[in-house]
């Protein structure tokens, strides 16, 4: 299904004379592309799974608010705002994102289903907390909620 959106969306943005569409969503494409051949070498003849690919945009994202510190650090807000505009596009991929509150909620739940009660059952409840909630919460910002509620 996301495969499909890829490329339609692709041709929307061909038509509107979208630059920066376009070229995001050929950096998508060719993404999936090398995962699905990486896929391939494991034993995945059909390539990866829509979980796989949310995963790697979630990476994607990650990768350009990184790039977006350090644009900013260096004086180059024009390359910033180019990366805030490809996060846009990605994210109309993805599901809706958890909210601070959501989030907190949905790991408080986690903890309270699998009996988690101290730091040693970190990995368990992340574990847990990605498998429920795939690609609708930054993994980074979920670590943080955990360890402060396991704390």
């Not at 390359?79 to 959501?102: S, W, Y």
């Not at 990605?130 to 955990?146: F, L, T």
């Amino acid at each position: 299904m996301l495969r499909q959106r890829f490329t339609e969306s692709l041709k929307e943005a061909m038509k509107a004379r979208d630059e920066l569409g376009v070229s995001t969503l050929r950096l998508v494409i060719a993404k999936l592309k090398e995962q699905d051949i990486d896929a391939r070498g494991k034993g995945k003849a059909e390539g990866i799974g829509e979980a796989e690919i949310q995963q790697m945009l979630l990476g994607m994202i990650k990768q350009r608010r990184d790039s977006i510190v350090l644009y900013e650090q260096g004086k180059r807000p024009e390359l910033a705002d180019k990366e805030r505009g490809e996060i846009a596009i990605i994210e109309r991929f993805l599901p809706t994102q958890l909210g601070d509150a959501e989030l907190e909620a949905a790991a408080k739940a986690v903890i309270a289903a699998i009996g988690a009660h101290g730091m040693k059952d970190m990995g368990r409840t992340m574990a847990a907390l990605k498998e429920r909630h795939a690609g609708e919460m930054d993994a980074a910002k979920a670590s943080q909620v955990v360890k402060r509620l396991l704390s």
